[in-house]
T-cell receptor, first 111, second 114 residues
Framework: GEDVEQSLFLSVREGDSSVINCTYT??????LYWYKQEPGAGLQLLTY?????DMKQDQRLTVLLNKKDKHLSLRIADTQTGDSAIYFC???????????FGTGTKLQVIP | DAGVIQSPRHEVTEMGQEVTLRCKPI?????LFWYRQTMMRGLELLIY????????DSGMPEDRFSAKMPNASFSTLKIQPSEPRDSAVYFC????????????FGPGTRLTVL
């Protein structure tokens, strides 16, 4: 079955690194994603990783994938107050375009 | 591109009334999704369409909810009759085959049922 879990809340100080974790259950996942939701807005794709990769870096963002443990993480370097948002992990499994979203992690950045 | 457009942005209604939420997907996208977001249950997929055809409506809570997609550029989600527990933010999203399944979300409709 498809199930994506995340911790609900993370608080970090401005300038520190943030690490948001996610576990998923479907080993056949092809793509895994991180979406960001700012207050009062819809979700927006932040980055994705293909299942045959271990790591992907994009400026301040680093995605790590451990397929053996079905664990995905998002590291944000030099976290800024503008990074305060809810971050959703998501996985693509099966046919069609359906994506299963996690519970979301609310990141609070303290100035 | 204008992105996914949803209307209204806010809706306040009384219990028992009919509510219709509207969505215009990104032009050319062939998939459309309706989600509901609440504090208690997080983000739930209600239904999705491919080329205007409903593919999976197993997330629709009950018969009070219905969704239609009469053409490629318009979809509605209707709640009749509405109940206070339907209060939530409803999102519409669209995607295009062959683009790594990326979904583009609208700004959402915040529904309050009194």
């Amino acid at each position: 079955g498809e199930d994506v879990e995340q911790s609900l809340f993370l608080s970090v100080r401005e300038g520190d690194s943030s690490v948001i974790n996610c576990t998923y259950t479907d080993s056949s996942s092809t793509y895994l994603y991180w979406y960001k939701q700012e207050p009062g807005a819809g979700l927006q794709l932040l980055t994705y990783i293909f299942s045959n990769m271990d790591m992907k870096q994009d400026q301040r963002l680093t995605v790590l994938l451990n397929k053996k443990d079905k664990h995905l993480s998002l590291r944000i370097a030099d976290t800024q107050t503008g990074d305060s948002a809810i971050y959703f992990c998501a996985e693509k499994t099966g046919g069609y375009q359906k994506v299963t979203f996690g519970t979301g992690t609310k990141l609070q950045v303290i100035p | 591109d204008a992105g996914v457009i949803q209307s209204p942005r806010h809706e306040v209604t009384e219990m028992g009334q009919e509510v219709t939420l509207r969505c215009k997907p990104i032009s050319g996208h062939d998939y459309l999704f309706w989600y509901r977001q609440t504090m208690m249950r997080g983000l739930e997929l209600l239904i999705y369409f491919n080329n205007n055809v409903p593919i999976d409506d197993s997330g629709m809570p009950e018969d009070r909810f219905s969704a239609k997609m009469p053409n490629a550029s318009f979809s509605t989600l209707k709640i009749q009759p509405s109940e206070p527990r339907d209060s939530a933010v409803y999102f519409c999203a669209s995607s295009l085959t062959g683009t790594k399944y990326t979904q583009y979300f609208g700004p959402g409709t915040r529904l309050t049922v009194l």
